[in-house]
């Protein structure tokens, strides 16, 4: 539908608002959708009409668009100190609060935490903490950051330098320095006859192999989402990390894990990292650490990179680095919220308890003539659409047909996201099996009308 009439709210939109990651041919002939509130886990556009959004707002909205407790410990604290930065030594009470919440529920015994605004924020972050650990403990030419064909992690420009996609050649990155290992996805890169456990193997002799060239004394750390999100949701070939990790351990090679869709239950379990045995050294947080009703980022150092870095600050004084709005009070009061709402009210529990019947119904989706391969895990999944099953031909990009189904199921009142040829799911937290039916459903329907539609 086109409600572009004078003075209407999509007419401003196209007039004064510049949208990134936004298809400008599909902006241009449908429009944008304003939206105006959130009831549960639907939002509403300025005529009314409801959407369920399948993907958490950009996975982070989990639980719903109007969390009345979320909302009134924003509103509490708004009351009691609104803002307040954390530059020399000074803090709110409520970000001490949730900074000790979140080491404790960390995989880490000890550690400390950093604040950011944004993931993206919070991996740059990370950079120059291992830039200038490595500096002073004089190895300065520690300073190669190796991350995975197809990762996302943000888009400052360090960090869209270790993103692994194609889009970045636009404004001349990676920068270099910047190297991109293996992507660990099986289905798409495993070879003839080659077993699940053998291609991570595989995956791991090549990583050696890239840092033994590099120079091992070159590297200084390696970034990795437990399950690719913005890649098209890549779940980790079985026993890739067991594979990689002792090699990063023989050559001093920290593990970052980039927790920001991850993180606070999506895969089921409350760190991505725990759940796939990644063992990092820091996990990157953003996303759920607020159930998406303030922009926050952190970083959570392990032990013994929190020692070295606080040992290696003292030595130059400081860490010359943060961000004015970081650690900020209604954020770290809404985080602490979301933790509770998560651990105390039953929100992971609804994830594990939902999550049978959403890989139930992504399985189904597989039997779907063009579904190449559908994968998923805890509330993410994907379906990968290919022109023939067995060859795994792309089909036809001109087609757009993941673009198409989005844009269809925009119609039906379904929010869902194409990635390059699949399309993807990561519902709120508090979705039900009768929701993820319906949304099932509608996905169902669309795919059919839409393959019908371009002729397959
Ligand atoms: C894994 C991962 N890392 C980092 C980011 C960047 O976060 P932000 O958009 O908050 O900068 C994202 C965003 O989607 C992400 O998925």
């Known amino acids: 539908?086109?409600?572009?009439?004078?003075?209407?709210?999509?007419?401003?939109?196209?007039?004064?608002?510049?949208?990134?990651?936004?298809?400008?041919?599909?902006?241009?002939?449908?429009?944008?959708?304003?939206?105006?509130?959130?009831?549960?886990?639907?939002?509403?556009?300025?005529?009314?009409?409801?959407?369920?959004?399948?993907?958490?707002?950009?996975?982070?909205?989990?639980?719903?668009?109007?969390?009345?407790?979320?909302?009134?410990?924003?509103?509490?604290?708004?009351?009691?100190?609104?803002?307040?930065?954390?530059?020399?030594?000074?803090?709110?009470?409520?970000?001490?609060?949730?900074?000790?919440?979140?080491?404790?529920?960390?995989?880490?015994?000890?550690?400390?935490?950093?604040?950011?605004?944004s993931g993206s924020e919070a991996n740059d972050t990370m950079v120059k903490m291992?830039?200038?650990l490595h500096r002073r403990n004089g190895q300065p030419q520690r300073r190669k950051i190796i991350s995975r064909v197809n990762a996302y992690h943000g888009v400052t420009v360090a960090t869209a330098s270790m993103t692994g996609k194609a889009y970045n050649e636009e404004f001349g990155l990676p920068l270099p320095g910047f190297l991109h290992a293996d992507c660990p996805h099986f289905w798409?890169?495993?070879?003839?006859?080659?077993?699940?456990?053998?291609?991570?193997?595989?995956?791991?002799?090549?990583?050696?192999?890239?840092?033994?060239?590099?120079?091992?004394?070159?590297?200084?750390?390696?970034?990795a989402e437990p399950v690719m999100g913005a890649g098209g949701v890549i779940v980790p070939s079985e026993g890739y990390f067991e594979a990689i990790r002792p090699i990063l351990r023989k050559y001093g090679i920290p593990l970052i894990a980039d927790e920001v869709i991850c993180g606070f239950g999506r895969t089921g379990a409350m760190w991505g990292s725990v759940k796939y045995n990644m063992e990092p050294d820091a996990i990157i947080a953003s996303k759920c650490i607020t159930a998406g009703y303030f922009p926050m980022g952190a970083i959570i150092l392990g032990k013994d990179l929190s020692d070295e870095l606080t040992r290696v600050s003292e030595t130059a004084e400081e860490f010359p680095h943060g961000f004015t709005a970081g650690g900020n009070p209604l954020g770290s009061a809404v985080a602490l919220k979301a933790?509770?709402?998560?651990?105390?009210?039953?929100?992971?529990?609804?994830?594990?308890?939902?999550?049978?019947?959403?890989?139930?119904?992504?399985?189904?989706?597989?039997?779907?003539?063009?579904?190449?391969?559908?994968?998923?895990?805890?509330?993410?999944?994907?379906?990968?659409?290919?022109?023939d099953k067995t060859t795994k031909q792309a089909l036809p990009g001109d087609l757009q047909v993941s673009e198409r189904i989005a844009n269809k199921a925009l119609e039906k009142g379904l929010i869902c996201r194409p990635l390059g040829a699949a399309i993807v799911l990561g519902p709120p937290f508090i979705i039900t099996e009768a929701q993820i039916d319906e949304m099932f459903d509608i996905l169902e329907e669309t795919m059919t009308d839409v393959f019908a539609d371009v002729g397959l």
Request: glycine fraction near 10%; hydrophobic fraction near 40%.
């Open 1 to 117: 539908m086109n409600h572009q009439t004078d003075n209407s709210w999509e007419k401003k939109d196209m007039a004064n608002v510049f949208h990134g990651f936004t298809d400008l041919g599909t902006l241009n002939s449908n429009g944008p959708v304003v939206l105006t509130h959130g009831e549960g886990i639907h939002v509403f556009d300025v005529h009314g009409k409801r959407y369920m959004d399948a993907n958490s707002g950009l996975w982070n909205n989990v639980a719903g668009f109007n969390h009345q407790g979320l909302i009134n410990a924003i509103c509490d604290q708004a009351r009691k100190f609104p803002g307040y930065h954390s530059f020399f030594g000074r803090i709110a009470d409520t970000t001490v609060a949730l900074s000790e919440k979140l080491v404790a529920i960390s995989p880490f015994e000890e550690g400390k935490v950093f604040y950011t605004n």
């Open 130 to 132: 291992l830039w200038m």
């Open 188 to 223: 798409r890169y495993g070879k003839k006859g080659e077993s699940e456990k053998a291609f991570s193997q595989r995956m791991a002799r090549n990583l050696e192999e890239m840092i033994i060239k590099e120079g091992p004394d070159t590297i200084a750390g390696m970034w």
């Open 339 to 387: 933790l509770d709402v998560l651990e105390e009210d039953g929100l992971l529990e609804n994830v594990n308890r939902v999550s049978p019947r959403f890989l139930e119904r992504l399985q189904r989706l597989g039997a779907h003539k063009y579904a190449g391969e559908v994968r998923g895990v805890g509330l993410m999944g994907a379906v990968e659409l290919v022109a």
